[in-house]
C-alpha cells in the first residue's frame, strides 16, 4: 500500500503560491502541498525562515520575502484647507 507523496497527483507539475509561508500555518500548507509534488512560491516577511523551509521541501521552491514600510501618515486636520479643530486655517493677506 502506498503512502502520501509517493507517486504524482494531481499537484504534480503545478506552482502554488502560499502567503504567511514563513511560519504557522503557512508553513505547514506549504510542507503538506509539496509533499503532494506540488512546487511551491513561499511569501512572507521573514527571508532567513523562508530560505530554510524552501531548503527543507522535496519540491523546488522559491523564497521571497518582502516588506515595505508605509510612509507616515498626516492628520488629515494637515492635509486639507481646514486647520486643527476642523476651523479655516487663517492666513494673513
Known sequence: ?????????????????????ARGL???LARELAARHAR??????????????AATLPTPALARARFRRR?????IAQTGPLGAGGRAAHRPH
Open 1 to 21: 500500500m502506498r503512502g502520501p507523496g509517493t507517486r504524482p497527483g494531481p499537484l504534480s507539475g503545478r506552482t502554488v503560491v502560499v502567503t504567511g509561508a
Open 26 to 28: 503557512g508553513a505547514a
Open 40 to 53: 511551491i512560491a513561499l511569501l512572507g516577511l521573514e527571508r532567513a525562515a523562508l530560505e530554510q523551509l
Open 71 to 75: 510612509p507616515p501618515q498626516r492628520p
